[in-house]
């Protein structure tokens, strides 16, 4: 393919693989162009007649591609596969999420994998890294396990430590497969650090040979562990006054990365009195703005809307959908000049600046208060520097009281962190397996994983606590005694000094007792004396008596036995944790049996239902649809019930107005007592899928499904729009797998149609 600009050597190198035929893993910095290689792959398959599947791990990236991928090649040639959204399948270019990908090659819910590969010649597994993903990392794993081998992959990711062996694990498990590597950006970073104590300066993070600014360390003093500011210097941070900096030295536009919602949209609310856009931008966003409402006109009460007038917005998961996609819009034309944002952004939307901010180098966590990893931050760095309109991009760190300057700047400097496998065995994958190859066909598939492959790496930690153990042991059992004794002669001399000892203190109590009593001559004392004799007289016949080292090589023994213990658990641990992946996939295999989903390791009737199920625990959901509870259920019922089950932990203080019917209340009682056995059943077998049934959605869903006003409904709750979109959303995915799940009554199926309808309007279906 020719382009019309020159392309750097790494992306040379990668198109010239493709073009000969092989797969090929690219790690590159975020912007550095490495979508060149799918363009130059749907160039090639479009001249040959042949597809190409296009792989994202959001939906909304995957929305993005759709949109930006029709435009360029002409929308009759390109589709879009979401789960929820199918247009123009049959396209020579479909871009779908990683999920609907994995699906195909499963054969399930979208016919069989020949017909779903037939033509393929090209697969973009977009956003690789996300492998690192707790709760989805193994959907990668497995499309490249299960992708025919005579596709090729092209493996899109950013920087990782590990991209040799991640490139070698394809390799073994797919074909022939070449790595390009670039740590290179095309538009260079500048790091700054800003301080509030002096809120009208930037300092540069590095001096010119690469270390860290002096006047950095002179303007913050040091006590102890963490980083303190003097009294004159705990000045609150003004960020209108650091975007005012930016904007007079030519930094904008910026991305802001806040670690909280409440925070991004203060900080917008703070700036909007600043004034970013010049006269022409004003009239040109009012435009796009006016646009954009008469085509979702439910924005036009948005509470945000004023903000976009002053340049101004913030982008997080609690926003619509379909506002976000505004900003965005927006943004990319220059016409936001500061977004504030959660780190969520960072991941794959186009939306570069010319700054990126980042308020603190920690953040909240499952786990506590912990500092981001050198991923995290290299992905929000990362989208400084606009190719083509930028000669620099540029990195601006705020100090914190709790942050020393060495923190950030050993973060700035780090390299990436390394990839690792998240797979995990699920009943699903146990039961498609299962449908399609033998027991031992599937452990061989298991054990393709990159998990398995790398389990050397992972198990580093173990490997060496065992070379630990080992040393000790041998130098203790290799010990060279002076007198050319063994251990056993040494536990012998011990044995009898210990007896010594023993036999001498009694000879001494009973000597006593014998004074106090008038007994002089006791045959009980002069027995005792006899033996203590006799012990020490064996006690000296051995050497170890005049030993000077006795002691150390005595404590040696008697720890020898502890050491061999623990090397005898660690190994066991060792095995155990290589073979992991195979003892979870037994562990399921064991519960689908019991249960009555498995039987001589090929799924029952109910099994291939399972099959086709696609939820965090598949057992669960298809056992909640046999039971018959969600038969009889109006729409409002239906989704207030599913809803439950989809939602997970909720925030404690949140207050709902609206109350839930009785029978979907009856009936969430009812799948409680599932839950109850399921969850006895995977704890036996040591099985961790979870359980999930809250409520705590299913009132406003229910309300929303029997026809309430969305305006109404989120002004009587402290919610996010777009958290309730994401769990209604969630719903909408359960309900519609319903409808295409063999096995499901018609009543039910029906039911599940219409619910769906109920809840897909605006604006929850302001995306695809």
């Keep these: 393919m020719v382009f019309n600009f020159q392309l750097d050597d790494f992306q040379i190198e990668a198109t010239q693989h493709i073009t000969n035929g092989k797969s090929v893993v690219l790690c590159a910095p975020t912007g550095a162009g490495k979508t060149v290689l799918a363009e130059h792959a749907i160039h090639l398959a479009i001249e040959s007649n042949k597809k190409v599947f296009y792989t994202t791990p959001l939906k909304a990236l995957s929305n993005q591609k759709f949109n930006d991928f029709g435009a360029k090649y002409g929308f009759d040639k390109v589709g879009l596969l979401t789960g929820d959204t199918s247009i123009n399948r049959g396209a020579q270019v479909t871009i779908m999420t990683t999920e609907v990908f994995r699906n195909m090659l499963y054969g399930t819910n979208f016919g069989k994998v020949e017909e779903n590969m037939r033509d393929v010649q090209y697969v973009v597994l977009d956003e690789v890294h996300y492998m690192n993903d707790d709760q989805r990392g193994t959907v990668w794993e497995e499309s490249i396990i299960h992708c025919p081998n005579n596709i090729q992959l092209i493996a899109l990711s950013a920087t990782i430590a590990n991209s040799q062996a991640l490139t070698d694990w394809i390799n073994s498990v797919h074909g022939k497969t070449e790595l390009v590597f670039t740590d290179f950006r095309p538009v260079p970073l500048r790091h700054y650090f800003y301080s509030p104590s002096n809120p009208t300066a930037l300092y540069s993070l590095f001096t010119p040979d690469g270390k860290l600014n002096g006047k950095i360390e002179r303007e913050c003093e040091t006590k102890g562990k963490n980083q303190k500011f003097t009294k004159k210097k705990k000045a609150k941070l003004s960020v ?222 173990l490997y060496l606590q065992k070379q630990e153990f080992e040393g000790i042991i041998n130098r203790i059992t290799q010990y060279s005694c002076p007198y050319g004794l063994d251990t056993e002669a040494l536990l012998k001399y011990n044995k009898y000094k210990n007896m010594y000892i023993e036999h001498r203190n009694i000879t001494k109590t009973l000597k006593k007792q014998a004074r106090n009593t008038g007994r002089h001559n006791s045959s009980e004392v002069q027995e005792f004396e006899v033996k203590t004799k006799e012990y020490f007289n064996q006690m000296y016949e051995i050497p170890c008596n005049d030993c000077k080292r006795y002691r150390v090589h005595i404590k040696d023994i008697e720890v020898l036995a502890r050491f061999q213990s623990k090397l005898s658990k660690l190994e066991k641990t060792i095995e155990y944790q290589k073979d992991v992946y195979w003892r979870q996939f037994l562990n399921h295999a064991a519960i689908l049996e019991e249960t009555g989903y498995l039987q001589d390791n090929y799924p029952t009737e109910n099994g291939l239902m399972t099959s086709a199920v696609r939820s965090e625990n598949e057992l669960y959901f298809t056992e909640v649809i046999l039971s018959g509870l969600l038969t009889d259920l109006e729409p409002a019922e239906l989704a207030g019930v599913l809803c439950a089950i989809v939602t997970e932990d909720v925030r404690k203080d949140c207050w709902v107005k609206f109350q839930l019917s009785k029978v979907a209340r009856k009936t969430i009682d009812d799948i409680y007592q599932i839950v109850r056995r399921l969850n006895k059943i995977q704890k036996q077998y040591g099985v961790e899928a979870p359980l999930n049934l809250n409520p705590f959605y299913s009132p406003i869903i229910e309300h929303w499904v029997n026809g309430g006003d969305w305006d109404e409904m989120m002004a009587t709750l402290d919610l996010g729009e777009g958290d309730l979109i994401r769990i209604f959303k969630r719903t909408v995915d359960l309900l519609r797998q319903l409808t295409v799940i063999p096995n499901v009554s018609e009543k039910l199926v029906k039911t599940a149609g219409l619910t769906i309808d109920c809840i897909n309007r605006e604006p929850v279906t302001d995306i695809f």
């Design 240 to 461: 209108p006054q650091l975007v005012r900096v930016l904007n007079r030295q030519n930094m904008l536009p910026a991305i802001y990365f806040a670690f909280s919602r409440k925070k991004c949209d203060m900080y917008m609310e703070t700036c909007s009195e600043l004034n970013l856009l010049n006269e022409f931008e004003k009239q040109r966003l009012v435009q796009i703005i006016d646009e954009y409402i008469v085509d979702n006109p439910f924005l036009a009460k948005n509470k945000h809307l004023e903000y976009l007038y002053a340049g101004v917005a913030a982008h997080h998961a609690g926003l619509l959908p379909a506002w976000k996609g505004l900003v965005e819009k927006l943004f990319q034309q220059g016409l936001i000049k500061v977004v504030f944002a959660t780190e969520t952004l960072a991941a794959g939307i186009n939306m570069p600046a010319r700054t990126t901010i980042i308020s603190s180098i920690s953040k909240r966590s499952d786990e506590g208060h912990r500092t981001l990893n050198a991923n995290e931050f290299l992905q929000m760095s990362g989208r400084a520097g606009r190719r083509g309109m930028d000669d620099v991009g540029n990195v601006v760190t705020i100090a914190s009281p709790f942050e020393s300057p060495e923190e950030i700047a050993q973060l700035a400097s780090s390299t990436s962190n390394p990839l690792e496998s998240r797979f995990a065995p699920s009943y699903s994958m146990v039961l498609n397996l299962l449908q399609r190859f033998s027991l031992e066909e599937s452990r061989e598939l298991i054990l393709k994983s990159f998990g398995y492959y790398s389990s050397t790496e992972r198990l580093r930690p």
